[in-house]
């Protein structure tokens, strides 16, 4: 089946530094992936859809400044929150839909953030 | 703005007792998706349902999508304890392609 691989899995910065994750599918091209946020007990929120070679289109809501969305290639998209402050602290997944199939969505296995 | 609502928001339930989380959507749907997230994982999809009025099953999991492509359920028979963990459903935006809508998601957790 369609895999994503996401990384990293868990990272701790200081506060006001940069960190880059990345979303890569496997198995086949994606040409929109999806980047939510996701806070404990509470349910996905999408912040953005990354569109390759275009710009991503972001939620209400969210700072494109903030949330720096990059879709260079039909497998690669990352997502780098700017200027890190504690309440960034999450944990961000990303998805892709492979669409050969009808496999829904593939999920990345996340990247817990916290920012101290 | 579109909406997917899920209930319950949690189930505790003892091993062996049945599940059953229902998802209503504001909107007509075209298709409806389940997925399940482990504590501390992520979601890893079950099943997308597209007619309506169709039924899947999934060994102990059966998932309803109902005649109005309004709402869904998801059941769950004789749970185990490998059943813990929360159970999203998602229905498509209807104006924005490829996006997904999710409920809020019923976390279960199965005392042995």
């Known amino acids: 089946g369609a895999v994503v691989s996401q990384h990293p899995s868990r990272v701790i910065c200081k506060s006001g530094t940069s960190v880059k994750i990345e979303c890569r599918s496997l198995?086949?091209?994606?040409?929109?992936m999806f980047w939510y946020r996701q806070f404990p007990k509470q349910s996905l929120m999408l912040m953005a859809t990354?569109?390759?070679?275009?710009?991503?289109?972001?939620e209400q809501g969210v700072e494109k400044d903030k949330f720096l969305i990059n879709h260079a290639s039909l497998t690669l998209s990352t997502l780098t929150v700017t200027s890190a402050h504690p309440e960034d602290s999450s944990f961000y997944i990303c998805s892709a839909r492979d669409l050969r199939g009808l496999h829904g969505y593939t999920f990345g296995s996340g990247t817990r953030l916290t920012v101290v | 703005g579109q909406q997917v609502m899920q209930i319950p928001q949690y189930q505790h339930v003892q091993e062996g007792e049945d599940f059953t989380t229902y998802c209503n959507s504001s909107?007509?749907?075209?298709?409806i998706q389940w997925y399940k997230q482990r504590p501390g994982g992520h979601p890893v999809f079950l099943i997308q349902l597209v007619k309506s009025g169709e039924v899947k099953k999934q060994k102990r999991l059966t998932f309803q999508f109902g005649e109005a492509k309004k709402n869904s359920s998801l059941h769950i028979t004789a749970t185990q304890t490998t059943d813990v963990g929360t159970y999203f459903c998602a229905g498509p935006s209807y104006n924005q392609g490829g996006k997904l809508i999710f409920g809020q998601g019923t976390e279960l957790s199965v005392k042995p």
């Open positions: 909107t007509t749907l075209s298709n």
């Open positions: 198995d086949f091209q994606a040409t929109t």
């Open positions: 990354s569109n390759e070679g275009s710009k991503a289109t972001y």
